[in-house]
């Protein structure tokens, strides 16, 4: 089955600098890559995806990039503020099980962003 | 994104009781709900995946009989806790699928359950 490995576990920014949390996966098949961001007490919020037809996509400050050759994904956050601080979690579905299959998470990075 | 609500936000119990908690998408259809459960400082452990109208399909090693799941319409899934013990508590989390939709999963915002 899938397994998901994330890298660092817990990450230390001042704020405006960049952070970058990376994953990789094992299943070759795993065609979707959300990342989620959770703050304390509260569910995880989808903040961006990638799928496996597309190299690099962005939304304002975030970005996720995806090389399927090496099977490894990755999150960056620029110009970093203090409300950046949360738990950010990786996740990519496998190739089997239809849309809705399950996700295989990471374990999670804590970011923390000092004013 | 599409909205999940979850009830009660907490709950805390006697062991031995029994815990129901709802799931509902409020803005859309989901076919398919995942319940998670996660520990303190841990990632997220998948528990089941229902379908509506149909049984949930469980994970390894969680039992079907303690934790019930039933997804009786496309707007809600319920997870109850039959006989609880203290070494149930934890952050339950649901997540739904929209129909028709390529992979996005929504979460709510999870339920604190607590058993003394």
């Known amino acids: 089955g899938e397994n998901v490995e994330q890298h660092p576990s817990t990450l230390s920014v001042q704020e405006g600098d960049s952070a970058v949390i990376k994953c990789t996966y094992s299943d070759s098949a795993s065609n979707y890559f959300p990342w989620y961001k959770q703050e304390l007490g509260k569910g995880p919020q989808l903040i961006i995806d990638?799928?496996?037809?597309?190299g690099e996509k962005k939304d304002q400050r975030i970005a996720v990039t995806l090389n399927k050759t090496a099977k490894h994904f990755s999150l960056h956050i620029t110009e970093t503020q203090p409300e950046d601080s949360a738990v950010y979690f990786c996740?990519?579905?496998?190739?089997?099980?239809?849309?809705?299959?399950?996700?295989?998470f990471g374990k999670g990075t804590k970011l923390s962003v000092k004013p | 994104g599409a909205v999940v609500s979850q009830h009660p936000s907490r709950v805390i119990c006697k062991s031995g009781t029994s815990v129901k908690i709802e799931c509902r998408s409020l803005d859309f259809q989901a076919t398919t709900m995942f319940w998670y459960r996660q520990f303190p400082k841990k990632s997220l452990m998948l528990m089941a995946t229902?379908?509506?109208?149909?049984?949930?399909?469980?994970e390894q090693g969680v039992e079907k009989d303690k934790f019930l799941i039933n997804h009786a319409s496309l707007t809600l899934s319920t997870l109850t806790v039959t006989s609880a013990h203290p070494e149930d508590s934890s952050f339950y989390i649901c997540s739904g699928g929209a129909a028709g939709s390529y992979n996005e999963q929504f979460f709510g915002p999870g339920t604190r359950l607590t058993v003394l």
């Open positions: 229902s379908n509506e109208g149909s049984k949930a399909t469980y």
């Open positions: 996740a990519a579905r496998g190739g089997h099980g239809g849309s809705q299959g399950n996700l295989i």
């Open positions: 990638i799928r496996s037809n597309v």
